[in-house]
C-alpha cells in the first residue's frame, strides 16, 4: 500500500497519455516500451495484442513508404537539407535517421556562413527512430521540447559550449541511459529529464546555478545524483520517485530543499545536509522508507510537514531554530527511538508521530513546554521525557497527563 498512490498516479498518466488520441494528440507507443515504463514503477502486464497504439497508427519500419536511414560508419554530418533553419536556430529535423550528427554551419542563401547556436523548441520532438544525437560546438541552447518523447534515444553528444536546456528539453526520453552534462551549463529547465525511466546517473556541473521543478521526476532508474556547487534551492519535486536513488552529493551552499523534492526515494539510506541548509519544506524526505541517517543543520528553521514520514531513522536532533514540528513529520517512524527538540521549539503538530509508537527517549531544552495535543504521546508505552531542570514543575504542570514520565536532564544517562 506504501507505494499505491504514487503507482496510480503514473498509471493514470500512461491511461491518459493511451486516451491523448480523442484530443488530437499524436503518439504512438510500441508494446515492449509501455511495458518497460509500468515495469519500472511496479506494474506488470501481459498481453497478446501487438502493440499499444496512442492516436493515429505511426509508420513502422515494414510498412511501405518509411525509409530509415543507417548513418555512415565516419558519422559524417546529416544532410542540411533535412533540417529546418531559421538563422542560427533548427526549427525542424524532417529525416527519420537513427543517428544524427548536426553541422555546425551551412550557407545562407546569400551566401553566408551561418553558425548553428539553438536547438529550436521541438526541433526533434517525438524521433522514434532516433538513437543518437551529436550536436556540434557552438551549440549553446536546447530549447523547450527539443528531443521530447523521443523514445529511443540512448546517446547524447553536447557541445562544452552548452549554456541553456529549457523546459521539457529531453522529457520522456525512456532510453536514454547516461548524459555527459558540459561545464559551461548554467540552466536546467523544467522537466528537462523527466520519466527518462533508465537514465541510471546525473552529474551537474558547478556553473549551473538554475534548476526547474520536475527535472528528474520519476527517472527509476536514476541510482547516483551529484549536485554542482551553483545550487542554493533544490526546487519541488526535482528527484521525486527516483526510487532506485542511493548516492546523493549536495552542494555546499545549499539553503532549500524544495515540497517533495526527494519523496518516495525509497533507496536512500544515508543523506549529509551541508550546514547553509535552513529549509526542509513539505515532504521533503517523505516515504524514503530506507532512510536511517540524516543530520539537521544547526541552521535549519523549517521542518514541513511529511518531512521524515515513514524513514527508518533511529535517533534524531532538531536544532534550536526550529520552532514547530509540522503535522506526520515522523509519522510512521517505526524505528525511531530518540528525539532531541532545540530550546526555540513552540509547538508540535498533533499528528507529528501518528503510528511512531516505539520512542523511548524524547529531549527537550526549551524551559517552556510546547504546545502539543493532550494525547500526543498515548500511545508511546516506553516513553520517558527529559526537560531541564528548571523546568520539571512546569512541564509537569502543563502536561499533567505525562507528570510520571517527564524527569530532569540530569538525570538522562
Request: proline letters at 5%; glycine letters at 6%; aromatic letters at 10%.
Amino acid at each position: 500500500m506504501k507505494k499505491f498512490f504514487m503507482i496510480l498516479g503514473i498509471a493514470i498518466f500512461l491511461v491518459v497519455l493511451i486516451a491523448g488520441g480523442t484530443l488530437g494528440i499524436t503518439y504512438a507507443v510500441d508494446k515492449d516500451l509501455a511495458t518497460s515504463w509500468l515495469d519500472k514503477i511496479g506494474i506488470h502486464i501481459e498481453d497478446d495484442s501487438s502493440g499499444i497504439q496512442i492516436g493515429p497508427d505511426e509508420p513502422t519500419p515494414d510498412q511501405p513508404g518509411v525509409d530509415i536511414e543507417e548513418p555512415d560508419e565516419d558519422y559524417s554530418d546529416t544532410d542540411i537539407e533535412k533540417f529546418e533553419l531559421e538563422g542560427g536556430t533548427i526549427t525542424k529535423y524532417y529525416g527519420n535517421d537513427t543517428v544524427v550528427v548536426v553541422p555546425k554551419s551551412y550557407t545562407n542563401e546569400d551566401g553566408e556562413e551561418v553558425s548553428i547556436t539553438t536547438i529550436g523548441d521541438s526541433a526533434f520532438e517525438h524521433k522514434p527512430y532516433l538513437t543518437k544525437i551529436v550536436l556540434p560546438e557552438g551549440v549553446t541552447t536546447i530549447d523547450s521540447r527539443a528531443f521530447y518523447f523521443c523514445t529511443n534515444l540512448e546517446e547524447v553528444t553536447l557541445p562544452s559550449t552548452l549554456e541553456l536546456i529549457e523546459n521539457d528539453a529531453f522529457n520522456l526520453c525512456a532510453n536514454l541511459i547516461t548524459i555527459d552534462l558540459p561545464e559551461t551549463l548554467t540552466k536546467i529547465g523544467d522537466n528537462a529529464f523527466r520519466m527518462c525511466v533508465n537514465l541510471e546517473e546525473i552529474d551537474i556541473p558547478d556553473n549551473v546555478t538554475t534548476l526547474g521543478t520536475y527535472i528528474f521526476y520519476a527517472d527509476a532508474s536514476l541510482t547516483k545524483a551529484t549536485i554542482g556547487q551553483g545550487i542554493t534551492t533544490i526546487p519541488d519535486y526535482t528527484f521525486y520517485f527516483c526510487h532506485s536513488l542511493k548516492d546523493l552529493s549536495l552542494p555546499d551552499n545549499l539553503e532549500v530543499i524544495g515540497k517533495y523534492a526527494f519523496d518516495f526515494c525509497d533507496a536512500l539510506e544515508k543523506v549529509t545536509l551541508p550546514v547553509a541548509v535552513t529549509t526542509l519544506d513539505k515532504s521533503a524526505f517523505n516515504r524514503c522508507y530506507s532512510l536511517k541517517e540524516i543530520n539537521l543543520p544547526e541552521g535549519l528553521t523549517t521542518l514541513g510537514e511529511y518531512a521524515f514520514y515513514g524513514s527508518k531513522i533511529t535517533s534524531i536532533v532538531i536544532p534550536d531554530g526550529v520552532t514547530e514540528i509540522g503535522a506526520r513529520a515522523f509519522q510512521d517512524c517505526t524505528e525511531l527511538k530518540s528525539i532531541t527538540f532545540g530550546t526555540a521549539l513552540t509547538k508540535i503538530a498533533d499528528t507529528a508521530f501518528d503510528k511512531t509508537t516505539n520512542i523511548e527517549t524524547m529531549v527537550f531544552n526549551s524551559t517552556t513546554p510546547p504546545t502539543i495535543a493532550s494525547t500526543l504521546f498515548d500511545n508511546m508505552t516506553n516513553l520517558k521525557i527529559y526537560v531541564p531542570t528548571s523546568a520539571v514543575e512546569t512541564y509537569s504542570t502543563t502536561w499533567a497527563q505525562y507528570a510520571d514520565i517527564i524527569y530532569s536532564l540530569d538525570k538522562l544517562n
